[in-house]
């Protein structure tokens, strides 16, 4: 005799929550704040390093920059 699991509609609000979560976050994902590039390029003037080989160099100024996506940054 085979053996059926019913499914549960109390799972369902928990998946959708899950997905909305999900899909927030990636919305978020690439957004610079301007306040936040200004603090990194802050800091970064205040490194001592060789600008031709260190990772910095994607830590640009231009407003362009996404600084979500510079190296280094998480």
Known sequence: ???YYPRSRGS???LVAAIII????KLGDGLCRH???DALLRL???F???HALSELSSWQAS???DCC???GIA
């Open 1 to 3: 005799m085979p053996c």
């Open 12 to 14: 369902y609000p928990l």
């Open 22 to 25: 999900v899909v927030a976050s």
């Open 35 to 37: 306040d936040e590039r």
């Open 44 to 46: 970064k003037k205040g």
């Open 48 to 50: 001592v390093f060789d």
């Open 63 to 65: 407003s362009e920059s």
């Open 69 to 71: 996506t510079w190296q």
